[in-house]
Nanobody, 126 residues
């Protein structure tokens, strides 16, 4: 199963981006989903996750109020809308799916996904 992330780029502080994740051979409706990021020299961290049933969405404190995760069943896509971007948001962003659909969103972001897409670079700089 391939996940393809896109939408990254260079943006000035305060700007916005929308990341997209497309999938071949799976329906996002059947899985829990998440967006993670990895900055140079740092570990991968969960940015936002969406479960199917319990504790529906989770956002890391650093992005709460600025980022929004969503899924579009008709398009079979997952999105991460990022507003008010800061230099510290600079990282490679990854989308992922998890078959652990009974986990709540906070746990999903803590323990990670079991299927990862390629990364897309987000650089926030003036």
């Amino acid at each position: 199963v391939q996940l393809q992330a896109s939408g990254g780029g260079l943006v000035q502080p305060g700007g916005s981006l929308r990341l997209s994740c497309a999938a071949s051979d799976l329906s996002f409706d059947d899985y829990a989903i998440g967006w993670f990021r990895q900055a140079p020299g740092k570990e991968r961290e969960g940015v936002s996750c969406m479960s199917k049933f319990v504790d529906y969405t989770y956002y890391a404190d650093s992005v709460k109020g600025r980022f929004t995760i969503s899924r579009d069943s008709a398009a079979n896509a997952v999105y991460l809308k990022m507003n008010s971007l800061k230099p510290e948001d600079t990282a490679v962003y990854y989308c992922g799916t998890s078959g652990l659909i009974l986990l709540g969103a906070p746990a999903l972001c803590k323990y990670g996904m079991d299927n990862w897409g390629n990364g897309t670079q987000v650089t926030v700089s003036s």
